[in-house]
Structure formats: structure tokens, C-alpha cells
């Protein structure tokens, strides 16, 4: 079975040292994690108000991106950035938190709408709705006014080693994803027991 032919991941969060712990950056913390066993240092791009490095993964060169112009501008810089490397968006991978899935749990899929999340509703509107995504669950507060501080603080302690690990899962699914397909990735991811409490 062919594997996808990814060429762009694009990790969603805020920029700024009071947002490197947030829910909100599950995004960025799973492209740091992937650069880092990749040895790839992410450096400024101004030209795309971005961060990006290169790594190769399971033989496939891929390009890492993180958008600096806070979340609910991500778009932007995803589109110049295609744009100049005149990448398709299904060629594009956006890892996100997801508010809709438990923590401990990632997803991955393809196209669909925002959800409410304003930095995928900027990169939807930027590339449109063909790209695919990895979904790193947060859980939901219960309440739909209390989301917004939800996502901007830090989560328990609990839950974020739920979180990270839901995202090394992720990250060791990923060579299968570039050498055997999207469903062998969800197969494994969508099987897999969500990390739980200890």
C-alpha cells in the first residue's frame, strides 16, 4: 500500500513563553517533539511569520511548520508557505488540540470543517478544506462559555501526560502513515486505548 504523499506539517498554537503549556499548543508541542528525535532546529522565517526546519522520516523529506501570528491568524503563514513551494493541500498535515475527543486520545483524518477552532477556521480559509489533520483530544469543560479559558491555561498535570503521550503515540504511528497510508495510521491510532490515568 502506497503511503501518503505528505510534504508540509503545520503545528497549531500560540506563540510566547506564557502560551508554550496551553492546551492550545498541543499543536506545536507535537511538531517540537518530531523535530527534536529528527535532530531538525526549528529557525524563523520571517517571510512567512513562521518557524520551519526540514527532516526526513521513513525516507520521505518533509518541511515542519509552526505559525508565529497566534492562532487565529495560522493560515496566513500555512498559505505563503504552500505558495511557495506550490504544495497541494492534500499534501498538508495540520496537527491541532480538539476539544471534541477525550484527553489521551489522537485522531487523524481528512478535511471537514473548523469546529469552532479558530486557527483551523483561518487555515480553512486560507487553503480550504482538503488537507488532513492529526487531532489531539483536550477534553471539554462542560460548559461552552468556559472554553476559552480552557484552552489558554495549562492543563493538570494528569492531563498533560495524557496529552503527550496521546502524541507520541502519534508520532511513532507517523513513518506508517509516509510509508503505508492513512488507514494503516488510523487503524492503529482508532484501535489504540486511549492513555489513561495512574
Known amino acids: 500500500m502506497a503511503g501518503l504523499p505528505l510534504q508540509l506539517v503545520v503545528g497549531l498554537g500560540n506563540p510566547g513563553v506564557e502560551h ?60 505563503a508557505f504552500c505558495e511557495y513551494l506550490r504544495l497541494p493541500s492534500d499534501q498538508v498535515l495540520v496537527v491541532h488540540d480538539e476539544l471534541d475527543l477525550p484527553v489521551g486520545v489522537a485522531r487523524l483524518k481528512r478535511g471537514g470543517g473548523a469546529g469552532g477552532h479558530n486557527g483551523l477556521k483561518d487555515v480553512i480559509a486560507h487553503l480550504g478544506e482538503d488537507f488532513w489533520r492529526i487531532r489531539v483530544g483536550i477534553g471539554h469543560p462542560g460548559n461552552r462559555d468556559e472554553v476559552i479559558g480552557y484552552v489558554l491555561e495549562r492543563a493538570s498535570a494528569v492531563d498533560e501526560r495524557l496529552m503527550r503521550e496521546a502524541i507520541e503515540l502519534a508520532i511513532a504511528e507517523f513513518p506508517r502513515l509516509l510509508d503505508e497510508g492513512a488507514e494503516k495510521m488510523m487503524n492503529r491510532l482508532h484501535t489504540a486505548p486511549p492513555a489513561v490515568e495512574q
Not at 47 to 70: C, E, Q, S
Open 20 to 79: 508554550e503549556d496551553t492546551r492550545h499548543n498541543a499543536g506545536f508541542w507535537f511538531v517540537d517533539e518530531l523535530a527534536s528525535r529528527h535532530d531538525c532546529r526549528l529557525k524563523p522565517e520571517r517571510r512567512y511569520n513562521a518557524d520551519a526546519g526540514r527532516v526526513t522520516i521513513a525516507g520521505v523529506p518533509l518541511w515542519l511548520l509552526k505559525p508565529m501570528g497566534f492562532m487565529n491568524r495560522s493560515g496566513q503563514s500555512v498559505r
